[in-house]
Every structure is written in structure tokens, then in C-alpha cells.
């Protein structure tokens, strides 16, 4: 069993303020969302209660109806309000997608020089699928590796946008030596996106076994060699930080995958690879097609 609190502290600490520089401008989390989570910790709140702070926000409650009623969440009964969804879900399982959702809202209205949001965040669901597939897999949490799997880059637009000349010199220099974006971030400022996304987090007051997944999400396939990691969501989402992505953050990411295919069975990335495919058409108006995980793994195993 992990204890997700002292992992916490002995990644992050408790920080007051993250290690970015103050001219990157930070997401602004919506107000029910925070709400929500500092009354899901009194034992002796109700789904109502719940409910009714989430009903204060239309978008997320019309977002969070879409996904309770969905075939992806494959519950026989249907949900007409936000606190029967509370109830149906579960006040974990809401939180943390309630979290996850607001990020992606928090960062459409954004603009960055360096990435293309579309395809950023059809990659983020792209990859939160890929984990809570891996999770299970492992007999690890779903819900918080689906989570986690949308949120682990969640800082990048801002600083690719506010950092832009640091970034772009990271992005010009891939092609002649490649390297991981966590190293260059690193030696470059002394920190990198995911242990600033924890820091941040970390002041939101969301839980700690998601800052944990989140600030641990670049260790990839170590995380399978921990003794202590290596069957919970922090090991599946590590394993879906490897999948492409337009910064090519992990430049032998995908190789990985395909060599960990080979010594674990029951891990098969083309069904894999299928099923991120059409859950992702399910969940997304947006037309990946062109830059599916699924179009990878076919070159990558000429499939």
C-alpha cells in the first residue's frame, strides 16, 4: 500500500509557491472545482451538497452528465442532474474528473506560440485512455490513472507560450541531438514542468496520490521497476508519457513501448493502440486520424 502523503513530501515538500517564473501565466482552476474538493473531505457531506456546487458551473455540469452517460463509463443507469451523477460516480471518481476536465477547459481559451492546442489535447485524451487501459491491466486505480494521464502536461502551453525562446531553442536542437524535454528543463532552469505541475497542484489542494502520478509521470518505465510503483496508475501513467507527442518530449518513447510489449504479455499495444482509437472517437469531436497513436504503432510495427 502506498502512502501517497509521504510520497508527496518527499517529491515536492510543501511548497508555497512553484519553482516557474512568475511572468508564465498559471491556469486559473474554476472556483466549484475547488469547492468540491475541500467538501469531498468532510466525511458527513451528501452527493446533494455535491452536487449543488458543481450545478453552480453549466459547463462542467453539462460536461460531467456527457460523461457519466456515456458507453465509455458503461453504467446501466442514467444520470439527469449533477448530484445523481455525484452519487453514481462517487465523490472520488467525480473529483477527479472534475479536475481533469477544468484543466482542459482552463487552457482552451489560451494561446501558445509552440504547440497546437487541438492536437495538444487530443493527445492528452489520447493518453489518458492509454493509462487507464495500462491500469488496468495492472489491477491499479483507473479512475486516477485516466486523470492523471490528462493532466500530466498540463503547464506545458503556458510555459511553451511565456518561455517561448527557451523551448523553441529546445524544439530547433531535436532533430540533430535528441534528447528527453525533463533533462533540458532541467540543466535549463533547474526544474521541469512536472515537478512545477506538483508544486502547483500541491496548492490547489488536490490529492495527493495525483500529484504523485503527475510529478512522477517522466520516469517511464523505471516506475515498472519499482518495488513499491511498479502495479499502481503512477507506473501506467509513466508508461503513457512515453506515447509521441508533438514536443517529442521522449524521443525513444515509443520504442519503449514496443520493447515492453515484448517482455510483458499481457500488454499487447496494437489492441491497445485500438481501443485509445475508438474510445478517443467516442469521448472527442476532434479528428485525430491524421496523428492517432494508433497511425504510430502501425509504422512503428508496420502493422
Same mark, same amino acid.
Given at each position: 500500500m502506498v502512502d501517497w502523503t509521504e510520497l508527496r513530501k518527499s517529491l515536492i515538500g510543501e511548497p508555497e509557491k512553484s519553482a516557474i517564473p512568475t511572468r508564465v501565466k498559471v491556469p486559473i482552476l474554476p472556483l466549484a472545482v475547488m469547492k468540491f474538493n475541500r467538501r469531498a473531505e468532510d466525511p458527513q457531506v451528501t452527493a446533494v451538497e455535491l452536487g449543488k456546487i458543481i450545478e453552480t458551473d453549466s459547463g462542467l455540469t453539462a460536461a460531467l452528465l456527457r460523461h457519466i452517460n456515456s458507453a465509455a463509463v458503461g453504467l446501466s443507469q442514467k444520470a439527469t442532474?449533477?448530484?445523481?451523477?455525484?452519487?453514481?460516480?462517487?465523490?472520488? !471518481?467525480?473529483?477527479?474528473? %472534475?479536475?481533469?476536465? &477544468?484543466?482542459?477547459?482552463?487552457?482552451?481559451?489560451? !494561446?501558445?506560440?509552440?504547440?497546437?492546442?487541438?492536437?495538444?489535447? #487530443?493527445?492528452? %485524451?489520447?493518453?489518458?485512455?492509454?493509462?487507464?487501459?495500462?491500469?488496468?491491466?495492472?489491477? $491499479?486505480?483507473?479512475?486516477?490513472?485516466?486523470?492523471?494521464?490528462?493532466?500530466?502536461?498540463?503547464? @506545458?502551453? #503556458?510555459?511553451?507560450?511565456?518561455?517561448?525562446?527557451?523551448?523553441?531553442?529546445?524544439?530547433?536542437?531535436?532533430?540533430?541531438?535528441?534528447?528527453?524535454?525533463? &533533462?533540458?528543463? !532541467?540543466?535549463?532552469?533547474?526544474?521541469?514542468? &512536472? %515537478?512545477?505541475?506538483?508544486?502547483?497542484?500541491?496548492?490547489? !489542494?488536490?490529492?495527493? /496520490?495525483?500529484?504523485?502520478?503527475?510529478? @512522477?509521470?517522466?520516469?517511464?518505465?523505471? @516506475?515498472?521497476?519499482?518495488?513499491?510503483?511498479? =502495479? =499502481? $496508475?503512477? &507506473?501506467?501513467?509513466?508508461?503513457?508519457?512515453?506515447?509521441? /507527442?508533438?514536443?517529442k518530449q521522449i524521443p525513444s518513447g515509443l520504442d519503449q513501448l514496443v520493447k515492453l510489449g515484448k517482455k510483458w504479455k499481457a500488454f499487447d499495444l496494437v489492441k491497445i493502440a485500438d481501443l485509445v482509437d475508438r474510445e478517443f472517437a467516442e469521448l472527442s469531436p476532434v479528428d485525430n486520424s491524421q496523428f492517432s497513436f494508433r497511425r504510430y504503432c502501425q509504422k512503428a510495427l508496420a502493422v
Open positions: 442532474s449533477a448530484q445523481q451523477a455525484v452519487g453514481l460516480l462517487g465523490f472520488r !471518481e467525480t473529483s477527479l474528473y %472534475l479536475v481533469a476536465k &477544468a484543466m482542459e477547459r482552463s487552457m482552451q481559451g489560451r !494561446e501558445s506560440k509552440l504547440i497546437n492546442l487541438r492536437n495538444f489535447w #487530443a493527445g492528452n %485524451l489520447e493518453r489518458a485512455i492509454f493509462a487507464r487501459e495500462v491500469a488496468r491491466l495492472l489491477g $491499479a486505480d483507473q479512475d486516477l490513472a485516466f486523470s492523471a494521464g490528462m493532466l500530466q502536461d498540463f503547464l @506545458l502551453p #503556458a510555459l511553451t507560450n511565456d518561455m517561448f525562446t527557451s523551448y523553441y531553442g529546445f524544439t530547433e536542437t531535436q532533430r540533430e541531438r535528441p534528447r528527453e524535454l525533463v &533533462a533540458f528543463e !532541467e540543466k535549463s532552469f533547474g526544474w521541469n514542468h &512536472a %515537478l512545477a505541475a506538483g508544486q502547483i497542484m500541491y496548492g490547489w !489542494e488536490f490529492p495527493d /496520490d495525483l500529484i504523485c502520478c503527475v510529478v @512522477l509521470h517522466h520516469r517511464g518505465l523505471k @516506475l515498472f521497476n519499482d518495488p513499491q510503483l511498479r =502495479t =499502481t $496508475a503512477a &507506473a501506467a501513467v509513466a508508461a503513457s508519457s512515453l506515447m509521441p /507527442d508533438p514536443l
